[in-house]
């Protein structure tokens, strides 16, 4: 949740899973979602080509107290945290692979090009 500096920033505990060392994916899907399969399939290539990336998936239905305070309207929503938690990308509805990349990047400070 937004910290003293007014940063949107997301704790483990509150995504129930450890933060990745470089990036974390957060997906936000729901059970009827066609896209978010899809989406998932992706993330999880992605977190798998990224050394220090993790992607933790957050039921939408389950966890609607938290959806609502990230002002969450679609699925699949994606958010891409620093290894703080930070919040530094946001996609709502399927992500391109390469928006992906680039919020990587820009959430270590590095060009990302996955192996």
């Known amino acids: 949740m937004p910290s ?3 940063v949107l920033r997301m ?3 509150e995504i129930g899973a450890e933060l990745g060392e470089r990036v974390t994916l957060l997906q936000f899907p729901t059970a009827v979602c066609r896209p978010c399969r899809a989406t998932r399939r992706m993330l999880a290539e ?3 080509a990224v050394p220090g990336a993790t992607h933790v998936e957050i039921d939408a239905e389950a966890r ?3 959806v609502r305070r990230l002002e969450i309207l679609r699925t699949p929503t994606v958010l ?3 290894p703080t938690g930070r919040v530094v990308g946001r996609a709502s509805g399927q992500p391109r692979r ?3 990349i ?3 990047g ?3 400070g590095n060009s990302v090009a996955p192996s």
């Open 4 to 6: 003293s500096d007014g």
């Open 11 to 13: 704790s483990a505990a």
């Open 46 to 48: 992605v977190a798998g």
């Open 64 to 66: 609607l107290e938290l």
């Open 80 to 82: 891409v945290l620093d």
């Open 98 to 100: 390469a928006d992906v």
């Open 102 to 104: 680039a919020a990587i």
């Open 106 to 108: 820009k959430a270590t």
